[in-house]
């Protein structure tokens, strides 16, 4: 359920009200913004008189939400959510570029190619330590050795870092990174999820490969039921019939979830098709349809990358590309604002 206030509430009437919603067992939460502000009434409110609240002074409008997902439905939060990071920040008109290698290699080669993506305009570095493999014999990554890479690359760049998190053991380990990311294969990892929403960290979650929007939103919602709010969600690609792609970039995810939820929303062309030349067009088509940002690889020898070398750009094609992408996206903005 959701309560919309009048503009400027008696804060004396408020505070009564809200007492008597926590009474009754409800747990509220509030969403301050320009015109409004709306009380979101998580719990069984199957109880609650609608009529009697909406007759209140201080109160606008009361609706039920049937979704099963409160704290990430845009009902319940209207306003975008923009979550800082560092120097810079997801969300709120930015376009945020997270890109690197698909997996740490080596000091020398983590800190190269992140002063090479910083270089042409990257904002953030992406970079595997732990990496989940479909096949056991495959390289798993860096581990523990991996994340300490990243931390002299964001030392020697300045630039946040965003890697992901495979099981709750590891979580410790994790204190230093800047962005926690939750991988297709985890995206119900119920443990995993109520680990990550019980820190402050902000937690990015990939789509799973068969996931619906709602499975999605679900997962999110695990999180922010934790006491998380700091949630970015990432479409990667689903899987098809196609096989041409390693994956299906489901654009319309851009539109829909935007429609959905508040959360901040990343592309990532990369993992989408899994070829070097598909990351333009797909991430272009990403900015038109109006991502918060986008996550890509980008690798300094892709011929010998430990790790996806066949969907990883050159620093020197990731640089003329990000500049395209900024001014694409500007333009976009200009274009709204007609």
Request: hydrophobic share 40%.
């Amino acid at each position: 359920m959701i309560v919309i206030l009048k503009h400027n509430p008696n804060r004396e009437q408020l505070d009564s009200l809200i007492t008597w919603l926590q009474e009754k067992g409800v747990v509220i939460h509030t969403s301050i913004g320009e015109a409004n502000t709306i009380l979101g009434l998580v719990g069984d409110t199957s109880k609650l008189d609608i009529d009697l609240i909406a007759a209140l002074d201080i109160v606008q409008d009361v609706k039920r939400v049937q979704e099963p997902y409160k704290n990430a439905n845009r009902k319940f939060h209207p306003e975008d959510t923009v979550i800082p990071v560092g120097n810079t920040q997801i969300g709120g008109g930015t376009l945020t570029i997270m890109a690197g290698p698909c997996s740490v290699e080596s000091e020398e080669q983590v800190v190269a190619i992140a002063k090479a993506v910083k270089a042409g305009g990257a904002t953030m570095l992406r970079g595997g330590a732990f990496k989940p493999r479909t096949s056991p014999y495959a390289f798993q990554g860096l581990g523990a050795t991996g994340l300490e890479y990243l931390k002299v690359a964001r030392q020697e760049t300045g630039l946040p870092i965003v890697t992901e998190l495979m099981d709750v053991t590891q979580l410790p380990l994790f204190q230093d990174v800047d962005v926690i990311q939750i991988g297709a294969r985890n995206m119900q990892n119920f443990d995993l999820l109520k680990a990550v929403g019980h820190q402050e960290k902000p937690v990015m979650i990939k789509r799973g490969m068969s996931a619906t929007y709602e499975e999605w939103l679900m997962s999110a919602e695990y999180v922010m039921a934790s006491g998380n709010e700091n949630v970015i969600l990432c479409e990667r690609g689903v899987r098809t019939f196609e096989s041409y792609t390693r994956n299906t970039l489901d654009v319309a995810a851009i539109p829909v979830m935007r429609t959905l939820t508040h959360l901040p929303i990343i592309i990532d062309p990369s993992h989408a098709t899994g070829k070097y030349w598909l990351v333009e067009p797909l991430a272009r088509a990403a900015v038109a349809a109006g991502t918060d940002g986008l996550q890509i690889e980008v690798h300094n020898d892709p011929a010998h990358a430990l790790c996806d070398g066949p969907q990883s750009l050159k620093p020197e094609v990731f640089a003329p590309l990000a500049g395209k992408l900024l001014r694409l996206h500007a333009f976009m903005k200009d274009l709204d604002n007609e």
